[in-house]
Each structure stands twice: as C-alpha cells, then as structure tokens.
C-alpha cells in the first residue's frame, strides 16, 4: 500500500502546469516550425552587461555548432517534410564559430532564408571575403541582424563595453556599402518613447549612410530589457485573454532552438533562445520531440514575452 501525496508549490515557478495560487499555467502548443534556431556557441567577443544567455569570452556551456550537427537537423526538415523556412544563428557571438561559413552555406544552397544574429564587433573583418561570395550567390536569402542596442555611444558602450560603438557602425557601413540586407536589433535601455528611439536610429543611420528600414518590424526591432531583479507575475490561462495576446504570437508557437551542450555528443532541442540552460525547457534530442507543448513555467515567459511591459494581474 502506498500513498502519494501532492504537496503544493511553496513558491512560483515550481509546479511546471499549475501556479502557486493553484491556477492551470499558460501553455504554448508549436503550430509549425517556421523557424530553426541554431546556437552557434556560447563564446563572445564581448561581456555585455545584461546578456540574457550569459555570453563572454570565457562562456563555453553551449559548444560550437558543427556541419555535422546542421546537416542532420537539414536531413529531418527534409524527410519529416516539416514547414521550416528559415534557419536562424545565434550565439554567443556566430562570427566566432570557425564553422559559420559553412553553416551558412549548408542552409542557403538547400533555400532556406538565413538570419544571422551579430554584434558585428570587429569579428566580420575575418570573414569578409566570404561573406561577398555568400552574399554574390544568394543575395536575397541572408538577412544579417546587428546589435545595437541604442543610437547613442555612450548607452550602447554602457552596456557592451568601450570602444564598441563606432567600431559596430563601421562594420554596418560595408554590409550596407555591400547591399547586403541588413536589420538592426536595438534595446530599450531608456525611459525614451518609441518616437525619439526611432528617430535617434534614424538620423545616426542617415548620417554614415546605413540603409535600414526603420519602418519595417523584419528589419528594426527593439526589444524590451529584461530586469532580472523586478518580481513577475506568472502566466495563466487566462492572461491570453486578459492581454488580448494570442499564444501563437508568441517565438515557442513557431521557433526552436537547437543546440550542443559542452561535453555532450547529441544535440539538444528547446523551446526558444531565450531559455537556454534551464532543462524543463528541453525538448529532446531531434525535431521528432519538438511539437511538445511548452508551459510558461520561466519568469522570462512572463516578462519578456508575454507582458513585457503590461500586467496582468487578475
Ligand atoms: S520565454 Fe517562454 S513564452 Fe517566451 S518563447 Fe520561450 S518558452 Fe515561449
């Protein structure tokens, strides 16, 4: 004879489908894998302030991504048949994995549209010469995303460290000089409104003759900080509607993240970038485990993705 007892939850964000005040939590069912994240390693040029996934030089928790390790993942979107259209990179800083070229190349000659994620920090000088025969061959499949996380020296080297700045701006210069499609990724380190972001943005790229396009999401994003100190409240069922949020907005609906933990031979399927190191967030070891449904059980599902910025506090 036994007896099993549920005890409940002492705190929040420790029952993975129930909150602590004993309401069924939010959950995202995948609709189609639209996008395929792919870390390229933990490892970065850079030791930003507030990195959400903790990169530096010395961050090597997430290995580098091998061809290897792509070209089975490419395999399985092919003979699952899977809906995929883009396959995305992220780090770490991408530049920095000795396989990038490669990386890139596998994906772009199969016609997946590519997005590289960089902080475009001195690294792109190496790969230069590449790049324009990647960019020559298939100019209209790779979209490069450069960090920069506010249109002013002194807000973006705050946060990523002296010297950064212009440097970045240069590097931008030769990807637009080059007709490469290029976006931008800012933060809203600041109490501005998204009017004077925006126009700040606009007038630095228009002074060193950087084309973006400000007006379109795709290409100009800001993204809300994440305050890893403020408490949050967690998701319910019932924040969907309280929001008038539509779970399949959210990046868990449509994306995984895939990547390689240092010492481990198998890749490992998750549900989103921004949840790499928790393992309630791992969904197994190929694409096959990738449908699960995710419950919002992180802090960061709630401030990042599903408040960010509004409450909901019913
Ligand atoms: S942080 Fe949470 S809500 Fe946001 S994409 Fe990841 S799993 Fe989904």
Not at 246 to 259: I, K, T
Request: glycine share 4%; proline share 5%; with cysteine.
């Amino acid at each position: 004879l036994s007896f099993t007892t549920t005890l409940p939850s002492s705190k929040k964000f420790d029952d993975p489908h129930i909150t602590l005040d004993g309401t069924p939590r939010a959950k995202v069912t995948l609709q189609s894998l639209k996008t395929l994240w792919i870390n390229t390693g933990t490892q970065c040029n850079l030791s930003c302030e507030n990195c959400y996934i903790e990169s530096n030089p010395k961050n090597d928790r997430l290995s580098y991504f091998s061809p290897d390790d792509l070209h089975s993942l490419l395999t399985e979107i092919q003979t699952q048949q899977l809906p995929t259209e883009e396959i995305a990179f992220t780090g770490g800083e991408p530049f920095l994995n000795p396989h990038i070229i490669k990386l890139l190349e596998l994906c772009l000659t199969q016609g997946f549209k590519v997005l590289v994620l960089t902080n475009a920090y001195r690294v792109i000088e190496r790969h230069k010469s590449s790049l324009l025969l990647l960019q020559q061959k298939y100019p209209n499949q790779l979209l490069i995303r450069v960090s920069l996380d506010h249109y002013t020296l002194a807000v973006h080297e705050k946060e990523r460290g002296d010297g950064t700045f212009l440097s970045t701006l240069e590097t931008m210069k030769w990807f637009s000089d080059h007709h490469f499609q290029l976006a931008v990724a800012g933060r809203s380190l600041t109490q501005e409104s998204k009017e004077v972001e925006n126009a700040g943005y606009r007038e630095l790229f228009s002074l060193h003759q950087i084309n973006v396009d400000i007006n379109s999401p795709k290409h100009f994003t800001i993204f809300p900080e994440m305050d890893e100190k403020k408490p949050v409240p967690e998701i319910t069922e019932k924040c969907f509607s309280l929001l008038k949020l539509d779970p399949h907005s959210l990046m868990c609906a449509s994306s995984r993240m895939v990547v390689k933990r240092k010492g481990e031979s198998t890749i490992k399927v998750l549900a989103c970038t921004l949840l790499a190191y928790d393992p309630q967030f791992e969904l197994g070891t190929s694409l096959k485990n990738a449908k699960q449904t995710v419950f919002l059980n992180h802090p960061h599902c709630a401030k990042f993705c599903v408040l960010g910025g509004a409450t909901c506090s019913q």
